[in-house]
Each structure stands twice: as structure tokens, then as C-alpha cells.
């Protein structure tokens, strides 16, 4: 741009003017193409939607693995803002560790929003998400939960009471001998810094839990944490700084999500529940048992479901939507 500028200049030679002036539109259409691209990413990793009337947000996309390269889906999902249960569910005849190279895979940034009031922070706990209302949007953002036995609340509706910045971390006596019994010792109180379990931002909701990040690398969409909400660390970064002390805080178990769209489409969003035993947890290929609702029998009964659908989707438990009253021919 700057050479334009100098064309300008009396007694610049004209053909340098031409040739600035090609250069210029150059630059400005490849700075058209650089930015269509770099909107073409966010949009394909966006974690926001806009709330429109529909229950059904989003669309499934699709990710190749560089058949020259190596990746885990743990990466994949954390370039969508997704957590590993939900690439896993979603792609379950792939090795999470080792993917085949070429291959693809899908990315369940389709989903079913909850059933719930559109109103500052809903956790559901089944599908390892979190999401933020906020100013006619939906942010969702993927999180680890409490494991077997220290269990993240699955119905309980508080608020967001504190948050900090550099949070410290006390670990209760039954932690310490926890970790003490696998060789690691713990202090009193872990200082704020990067080396600390919660990370670098906390949001303490009731009395007992808080919303944080991590320092580690891995454990997004497992049951991992002493029974906190768990976030990336630019996850957390990005909602503490979003949401206010006093918001709403409703906490959920739903592994079926159902969903009558305006058009009459009708979609069901089936997740693994929770193992509620070791014994479950331990027996990971099997399926946990659902525990369905009166309004989830009755709505199996809608007479324009089709019922095989609906059954393998109840089976495989893929995590993505599907359309249970397609068209028929």
C-alpha cells in the first residue's frame, strides 16, 4: 500500500503507477480471499448460536484426517469446542488415540438444545456441555465432571455466588489421602499459577462447586474432576469473563433430548448416560440402562415417529440429532 502512495509523488514514472495500482487490487483481493477463509473457520468452529425459535441448532461437519499426518480426536475436538465423549459417541469405530490417516470424521456440532428455560447456565452433565445464555445467543462449551462416586449435581438449580481470578486450591483430607495412597502428595493449598488443578479462573456456584479450568491437557468430556465443572483453559477464560456474579446456574442429567421442531420435524438426541457404579463405569462397552421419563414414553408414542428409527437411535447413541419422521416415498 505504501508504494501507492509513493506513485503519487510528481514525476513518478507512469508505468510504476500502473504497476502499483495492479499490485494494490492484488493485495486487496487477496486480503478479500484471506479474510473470506479466516470467516469461513470461525464460522465452521463457532460454539455460538443464535437462538431462532428452533430447539435444533447448528450443523454436523465433516473433518479428514491428513493422510500424511497424525492427530487424536482429542484434538479434533478441541478445534470444534467439543469434548472427546462427544467425538467418541459420535465416530464410536474409531480409535481415539490413533485415528486411520485419510480418514473422516464427524464433528456433532449439530445438537438439541435442552429443555430447559433460556436463562444463564445450563450444565448437562450427560452430554459433558455447558450452556451460556446470553443477549439472544447460545454459547455451548464442552466440560469434564465429577467422577464415580464424587459426582457433579445432576439437579440442582443455584447461581453463580463469586468468581475469582487466580483461584487457590485446598484440597479436603480425603483428597490428600487419596492421592498420598497413588505416591503423590499433596499441600494444604496449591497457590494460584498455571500448575494449579483449577486453572487460572474459577466461578463458584452454591456453596460446595465452581466452574473452572485445568492444568492439564486432557480430561475434556470424561469424569475426571473431584466433582467440579471443568473447561478448557480458553474455554474458562473466555466465560468468566462473560458471565456475572448472581446468574442463574441450573444443573441437569439428560442423556435424551427430544425436540418438535416449528416445520414439524421431530429429532431425537440420544448420549450414554452415566454410569451410576464402578462396575458400569469399568464395563465401558456395554450400555448403561436408560431411565425414561414419563413425557419421553409418551412422546415415543407420536404416531408419525418412525419406530425403527427411533429404536436405532436408542441403540447406537450416537450423540447427534435425528430425524425420526423423514419423508417417505
Known sequence: MHKLSEALVPGHRSRDIKQDINETIMYKKL???????????????????????????????????????????????????????NMIEANPEVDPIVPLKGLNLVVPTKLILPDTVHEGIIVNSAEMRLYYYNKGRVEVYPIGIGQIGKGTPLAWTTKVERKKAGPTWTPTAAMRAEYAAEGEYLPPVVPAGPDNPM?????????????HGTNADFGIGLRVSHG????????????????????????????IKTAVEPNGDIYIEVHQPLSRSQSEFDNFDANVPFSFTKS???????????????QRALHERTGRPVLLNPVEF
Open 31 to 85: 486480503a478479500l480471499a484471506f479474510a473470506f477463509l479466516s470467516s469461513v473457520t470461525a464460522a465452521n468452529a463457532t460454539n455460538v448460536y443464535n437462538l431462532n425459535g428452533n430447539r435444533v441448532v447448528g450443523e454436523e461437519q465433516i473433518y479428514q484426517i491428513d493422510p500424511n499426518g497424525i492427530t487424536t480426536l482429542e484434538y479434533v475436538a478441541a478445534e470444534y469446542h467439543l469434548g472427546l465423549s
Open 199 to 211: 486453572g487460572l479462573y474459577a466461578m463458584y456456584v452454591g456453596k460446595l462447586y465452581a466452574i
Open 228 to 255: 467440579c465443572v471443568r473447561l478448557r483453559n480458553e474455554d474458562n477464560e473466555e466465560l468468566f469473563h462473560k458471565v456475572p456474579v448472581g446468574t442463574r446456574v441450573q444443573f441437569i442429567n439428560e442423556p
Open 296 to 310: 419421553q414414553l409418551e412422546f415415543f408414542k407420536d404416531p408419525r415417529i418412525n419406530q425403527d428409527i427411533l
